[in-house]
């Protein structure tokens, strides 16, 4: 009966001390950035701005997990940024949007340029992350603001 009672408790300590360690890493990776959600005119302003749209669903994927996934996703942030500073609509084109939308290009470029993909550490990682999201929290407040 007593070596029951040892294994239960053995069993016990053991599982209760690996789940504190895999929450600890899990939520370090966690980013907590909000982002302004656009009006109903300026909704309708992006509804065929391609480039806006994919930016858009990479930094929710990548917010909605962890900012490792960005380093995967470094390509699609570059080509899904030139394409929204090319493919700006024209009633989008004013100066202000357009110093948004290269603020959001500056920040992906200097992502790309300092993350090492061989060598990840999560903290540099996520400092970027955290910064290109408020870049775009940024430009939907201005986009808010037009419309």
């Known amino acids: 009966m007593k070596l029951y009672f040892t294994c ?3 069993f016990l300590i053991v ?3 690996c789940k504190n360690e895999d929450e600890s890493d899990v939520s370090n990776l966690d980013l907590k950035v909000p982002v302004v959600s656009l009006d109903r005119g300026a909704s ?3 509804k065929n701005w ?3 749209k994919e930016l ?3 930094l929710a994927l990548i917010t909605n997990t ?4 960005a380093i995967d996703m470094l390509d699609d942030l570059a080509l899904n940024s030139n394409q ?3 493919g700006i609509p024209e ?3 004013t100066p202000s949007i357009l110093k948004k939308v290269k603020r959001i290009d500056t920040e992906i470029n200097d992502f790309y340029a300092n993350v090492n993909r061989s060598e990840t550490r999560e903290w540099v990682v996520e400092q970027h992350i955290e910064t290109l999201v408020k870049a775009f929290d940024t430009l939907n407040k201005e986009l808010n603001r037009s419309f």
């Open 15 to 17: 599982l209760t001390s």
């Open 44 to 46: 309708r302003a992006v």
């Open 8 to 10: 239960i408790l053995a």
């Open 84 to 86: 929204m500073a090319i």
């Open 91 to 93: 009633t989008l084109a």
């Open 66 to 69: 962890n900012a490792l996934n």
């Open 50 to 52: 391609i480039g806006y």
């Open 56 to 58: 858009e669903k990479d």
